[in-house]
């Protein structure tokens, strides 16, 4: 696996105005990959607001007893699914990138394998990416790990 190293470039062209920091990334990333699906932390029932008025058509709901969260996938007529998760434990702060919240979670790349989910997983972290969860088999089947971006954004790496 080939990953470049993302170059930070300050833009200072614009007079008056401070600094913008831009990632300009060299190369893209050598593993085919595909985006699985986006997910949210809701405290209501968001999941119906996305059914009457998007027409997604939602799973079954899991639920873990242990930690009580709990999601549903509603999948779309273009193929994208979108993962609502809830967690009563979870707060709603927003301000600390480790604390589970409220909003936007994760994207998730399928890497294709086991091997390309633990590979990248590695060359990530060589690259400076907090591993925030290590490769594993989830609960709900998926083998994954999660990764934060240059922005905090949570990435989870799946098969």
């Given at each position: ?10 833009d ?27 997910a ?9 607001f996305?059914v ?7 799973n ?25 998760m ?22 998730a ?11 990248l ?39």
């Open positions: 696996l080939a990953l470049s190293i993302c170059k930070i470039v300050t200072i062209r614009r007079p008056g105005l401070s600094a913008v920091t831009h990632f300009h990334v060299r190369h893209a990333l050598s593993v085919p990959s595909n985006i699985r699906w986006s949210m932390r809701c405290r209501s029932a968001t999941k119906d996305y009457q008025f998007f027409a997604g058509k939602p079954d709901k899991y639920v873990n007893p242990q930690t009580g969260f709990e999601s549903y996938f509603i999948t779309f007529d273009s193929g994208a699914r979108l993962e609502i809830r967690m009563p434990c979870i707060p709603a702060d927003k301000s600390d990138i480790e604390k589970q919240r409220t909003g936007y979670i994760h994207i790349f399928s890497v294709g394998s086991r091997e390309a989910v633990n590979t997983t590695e060359t990530l972290r060589g690259k400076g990416c907090r591993v925030v969860s290590e490769p594993r088999q989830t609960g709900d089947g998926y083998y994954e790990s999660c990764v934060l971006d240059p922005e905090g954004n949570r990435i989870e790496l799946t098969t």
